[in-house]
């Protein structure tokens, strides 16, 4: 089943593939969220209320559309949400980083952090086009419909980006295209 095809069932009534979308979805809704927020519980609250507002509004959904780009707004409107509310209750919680799973290697935990160190070194534009691109498959058009900003410009500040991520993290390329 295709993701429009997870939310027409949605706007029907059926709540079943509404696990299938959060299969496919969760990843690139929580980069999304995470990369706003810069909070990892804060990222994991968006991510649930993603998915159950997706459910609530299925129903508005336009077949025909973008269906990823469409659920990916939602996440990235609540996201700002979020911060909006987190900068108005001030400094706090919001930094503190969750333990990981301790299933996964040490190596992998340190490269994943140096990425996300590095990634919460761009800036919030540059950082939000890297996650909606290689992490929520959103084309450079749809991005740019997004942020309001030309496809171009999405482009050019991706890869300069890429270049930027890989100077921090001391690589030559980072999933060049």
Do not use: C
């Amino acid at each position: 089943m295709s993701i429009e095809e997870a939310l027409v069932a949605m706007a029907r009534g059926d709540i079943t593939p509404l696990r299938l979308l959060y299969d496919q979805l969760r990843s690139a809704v929580f980069s999304l969220a995470l990369a706003i927020l810069k909070d990892r519980q804060a990222a994991e609250d968006v991510l649930q209320e993603t998915f159950v507002r997706v459910y609530e509004r299925a129903a508005s959904y336009r077949p025909g559309t973008n269906p990823k780009a469409w659920v990916v707004a939602i996440a990235r409107n609540l996201a700002y949400d979020a911060y909006r509310h987190m900068k108005r209750a001030g400094p706090g919680e919001e930094n503190k980083q969750v333990a990981r799973d301790g299933h996964t290697s040490e190596s992998a935990i340190v490269q994943r952090m140096e990425l996300l160190d590095a990634l919460l070194r761009l800036g919030e534009t540059e950082r939000q086009i890297v996650v909606m691109h290689a992490l929520a498959g959103l084309k450079h058009r749809e991005i740019g419909k997004e942020l309001g900003i030309p496809a171009a410009t999405v482009r050019w500040k991706y890869r300069q980006s890429l270049s930027r991520l890989a100077g921090m993290i001391g690589g030559d390329t980072i999933g060049r295209e």
